[in-house]
């Protein structure tokens, strides 16, 4: 797929270069904390355990931009159905392999939909774009997902994650028109983002 222009990417941990290339037959989603079954899934059983989906959503960056694709994986909820988090236990850290991390509540993620992404417009996600797997956001600013995403892990407590750490308190998406970068044209969020109904 092009798009009319260029899409932006922030990728925090690899200020002015590009991203390695994790070695794809070594990687494993440790996904751990306060869970009754810690697990270390290669891609491959990570795709044998879950069902896999496809979404096409837009993300929002606090930036002022959006894009839509058609986004392939599986559902957060999926997967914490499999480990099982400590009921007492509400928010997810995601920290990527490189060391970006943020910390989400478990009741948002499932009620937004949110995902574990591998593909991109049916393509594996390019390095820059958060091979092999990140966690997507959908219906908050993206820097709640994490590109390149390395550990899941159920935690009691919240903490501000890296990009939180710039200064960009809130993740709510703002009711102003930003630039569908796949669209070259201003949109406005639709209100279900914008939490309106
Ligand atoms: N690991 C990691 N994930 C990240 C970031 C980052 O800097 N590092 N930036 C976030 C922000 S602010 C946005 S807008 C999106 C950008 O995704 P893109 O590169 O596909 O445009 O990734 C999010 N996930
Ligand atoms: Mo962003």
């Known amino acids: ?64 931009w959006s894009l839509e694709a058609e ?34 509540p478990i009741a948002g993620l499932i009620d937004g939909g949110a995902m ?9 996600l390019p390095p820059k774009r958060g091979r092999p797997m990140r966690l997507m956001v959908f219906d908050r600013y993206q820097f709640k997902g994490v590109k390149a995403l390395g550990t899941l892990e159920v935690v009691q407590e919240y903490r501000a994650g890296t990009w939180q750490k710039y ?3 809130d993740a709510s998406i703002q009711p102003y028109p930003h630039l569908a970068i796949d669209k070259n044209e201003d949109l406005m969020p639709p209100a279900e983002v914008l939490g309106i109904s």
């Open 167 to 169: 200064g960009y308190h």
């Open 1 to 64: 797929m092009t798009y009319p222009r260029k899409i932006p990417t922030f990728f925090w941990e690899f200020p002015g270069h590009t991203p390695p290339e994790f070695d794809l037959a070594a990687y494993r989603l440790n996904v751990g904390g306060a869970v009754q079954h810690p697990m270390e899934l290669t891609l491959q059983e990570l795709h044998e355990l879950l069902p896999r989906i496809t979404a096409k959503r837009r993300f929002f960056c606090v930036n002022g």
């Open 116 to 124: 574990l992404v591998t593909h991109m417009d049916g393509d594996p």
């Open 71 to 104: 986004w392939g994986g599986y559902r957060v909820s999926d997967l914490l159905d499999m480990v099982r988090p400590t009921p007492t236990a509400e928010f997810l850290r995601a920290t990527s392999l490189g060391g970006y991390e943020d910390t989400s």
